[in-house]
């Protein structure tokens, strides 16, 4: 008897067969089939995204061990939990890269205290800076603020001024600002100071060489600012010494992270240090001019006239 069922009997013989065996039932659909990435962001991607809306990139220059990751790591533990005075979280296109920076201080939250807050910096691709994206608001205006930051390893620096290589520093060129980040504690210790102090004016010279003597503005941000003060007498020096190559700067006190939250609170400073690196000197533009015609004036004809 017949069913009228038709089967396909499989010959195992057949090459064509086998081969398919094991193979993916579905075709792999085409298109992106991820969530785009938000680790650090390539000096590509910044470009991009400049090429839509105003970005502040900031460059961030220091010996390793100064404190770099250490304020970003800081500032966004700030921003997120809503702690940094006169602004306000509004996006970030590197998220993962935050918190894989601030899970040290994550862990000390817990009442774990880590031995280091931050760990040294090292980068994928040792010869591009990855850039960290935070978008604020800002609350006296509600003006939004792009900051592209990049966490670079402290031998970046340190080869700058020893070697002078400069080709990694491109996209400073694009910089609004340049954060020199300083430990505060070696400022303070009578040995080291004077090494420290050198060492600044040589960096300012090697700007100064990159930029052909137009520097951005830089700011000298001095961590460790809850192991104590720093004294004026160290800041004159400081600014004494970029004065020899013909720069200036604005010295600013901060504490990413604190040892003595009962004097100094952890992000220390970081609400001055993002007023004083977007104060853009830009004039404020007129978004949409008024182009109501003046009476008694004839453009249209006037315009033709000259044609
Ligand atoms: N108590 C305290 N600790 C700080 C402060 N600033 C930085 N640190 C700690 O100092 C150590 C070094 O800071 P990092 O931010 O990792 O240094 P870095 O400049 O990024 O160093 P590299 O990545 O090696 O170039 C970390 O353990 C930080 O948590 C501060 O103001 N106060
Ligand atoms: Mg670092």
Same mark, same amino acid.
């Given at each position: 008897?017949?069913?009228?069922?038709?089967?396909?009997?499989?010959?195992?013989?057949?090459?064509?067969?086998?081969?398919?065996?094991?193979?993916?039932?579905?075709?792999?659909?085409?298109? +992106?089939?991820?969530?785009?990435?938000?680790?650090?962001?390539?000096?590509?991607?910044?470009?991009k995204m400049m090429a839509s809306r105003y970005v +502040?990139?900031?460059?961030?220059?220091?010996?390793?061990?100064?404190?770099?990751?250490?304020?970003?790591?800081?500032?966004?533990?700030?921003?997120?939990?809503?702690?940094?005075?006169?602004?306000?979280?509004?996006?970030?296109? $590197?998220?993962?890269?935050?918190?894989?920076?601030?899970?040290?201080? /994550?862990?000390?939250?817990?009442?774990?205290?880590?031995?280091?807050?931050?760990?040294?910096?090292?980068?994928?691709?040792?010869?591009?800076?990855?850039?960290?994206? !935070?978008?604020?608001?800002?609350? $006296?205006?509600?003006?939004?603020?792009?900051?592209?930051?990049?966490?670079?390893?402290?031998?970046?620096?340190?080869?700058?001024?020893?070697?002078?290589?400069?080709?990694?520093?491109?996209?400073?060129?694009?910089? &609004?600002?340049?954060?020199?980040?300083?430990?505060?504690?070696?400022? &303070?210790?009578?040995?080291?100071?004077?090494?420290?102090?050198?060492?600044?004016?040589?960096?300012?010279?090697?700007?100064? +060489?990159?930029?052909?003597?137009?520097?951005?503005?830089?700011?000298?941000?001095?961590?460790?600012?809850?192991?104590?003060?720093?004294?004026?007498?160290?800041?004159?020096? !400081?600014?004494? &010494?970029?004065?020899?190559?013909?720069?200036?700067?604005?010295?600013?006190?901060?504490?990413?992270?604190?040892?003595?939250?009962?004097?100094?609170?952890?992000?220390?400073?970081?609400?001055?240090?993002?007023?004083?690196?977007?104060?853009?000197?830009?004039?404020?533009? &007129?978004?949409?001019?008024?182009?109501?015609?003046?009476?008694?004036?004839?453009?249209?004809?006037?315009?033709?006239?000259? /044609?």
């Amino acid at each position: 008897m017949t069913t009228g069922v038709s089967v396909d009997v499989v010959d195992p013989s057949d090459p064509t067969t086998l081969s398919a065996i094991g193979s993916p039932v579905l075709e792999r659909p085409t298109g +992106t089939s991820s969530f785009p990435s938000s680790r650090t962001l390539g000096p590509d991607a910044i470009s991009k995204m400049m090429a839509s809306r105003y970005v +502040t990139v900031i460059g961030i220059l220091g010996d390793p061990e100064s404190g770099k990751t250490a304020c970003l790591a800081s500032l966004y533990l700030m921003i997120s939990n809503a702690e940094l005075a006169g602004w306000k979280f509004a996006d970030s296109k $590197s998220l993962m890269a935050f918190e894989d920076i601030a899970r040290g201080s /994550r862990e000390w939250n817990a009442g774990n205290p880590p031995e280091q807050m931050t760990v040294h910096t090292e980068l994928s691709d040792e010869r591009r800076p990855g850039f960290l994206h !935070l978008r604020l608001v800002r609350d $006296s205006d509600g003006r939004r603020v792009d900051l592209a930051l990049p966490d670079l390893p402290g031998e970046w620096t340190t080869e700058l001024v020893s070697t002078s290589r400069t080709d990694r520093f491109e996209f400073l060129r694009a910089a &609004e600002v340049i954060w020199v980040v300083l430990d505060g504690r070696a400022l &303070e210790n009578k040995e080291r100071r004077q090494g420290v102090i050198s060492r600044v004016g040589q960096l300012a010279g090697r700007l100064g +060489t990159l930029f052909s003597g137009e520097i951005p503005k830089l700011m000298l941000v001095i961590t460790h600012r809850d192991s104590g003060e720093l004294s004026a007498a160290v800041t004159t020096r !400081l600014t004494a &010494e970029l004065a020899k190559r013909d720069v200036a700067a604005t010295v600013l006190a901060v504490a990413p992270f604190s040892d003595n939250d009962e004097q100094v609170k952890a992000g220390f400073g970081l609400d001055e240090l993002i007023a004083a690196s977007t104060t853009s000197d830009l004039p404020a533009m &007129e978004f949409w001019p008024s182009s109501d015609p003046v009476e008694g004036s004839r453009s249209y004809i006037g315009y033709r006239r000259d /044609r």
